[in-house]
């Protein structure tokens, strides 16, 4: 829950000595179990107000088609999520705006003129009830 904490109270909340848990840490590191150590943002306070939730279906089922979108998806920062999926779609995305005209800008000019996007469907979040970072272990 705490990723500040250093390995020596790390050590004593789970009863083990600190070179034990820094070893262990190590471990999941190598086994990527952890994968990356972050600190979590607020949107809102960084004037992200806008999350949307959009829908994709490529043109193609062909790989060079998916490989070429979710090339795409990896260099653009507005999605801050990207979902295969099964269903009436391939892909779920989060995207993460300031304005309604930063996203609109986003789905007109990028998203839409993405060669690789047939059909979408955007769902403007209302209000966010649940986000868990946190993996149920």
């Not at 806008?50 to 070429?68: K, W, Y």
């Not at 795409?72 to 979902?83: F, G, K, L, P, S």
């Not at 300031?98 to 000019?109: G, H, M, T």
Request: negative net charge.
């Amino acid at each position: 829950d705490d990723a500040t904490l250093s390995h020596k109270a790390l050590a004593e909340r789970v009863g083990m000595s600190a070179s034990s848990v820094w070893r262990r840490l190590k471990d999941f590191e190598a086994a990527g179990v952890i994968r990356e150590r972050v600190t979590l943002l607020d949107p809102a306070r960084l004037g992200l107000d806008i999350c949307v939730i959009i829908h994709v279906n490529v043109v193609h089922q062909q790989s060079d088609a998916r490989r070429d979108f979710q090339q795409w998806v990896d260099r653009t920062d507005e999605i801050v999520q990207c979902y295969s999926v099964t269903g009436q779609f391939d892909y779920t995305l989060v995207v993460r705006a300031r304005s309604v005209a930063e996203l609109e800008l986003f789905l007109k000019d990028r998203l839409l003129e993405h060669p690789s996007v047939g059909q979408t469907s955007t769902h403007l979040v209302l209000q966010q009830h649940k986000g868990v970072d946190r993996l149920p272990v």
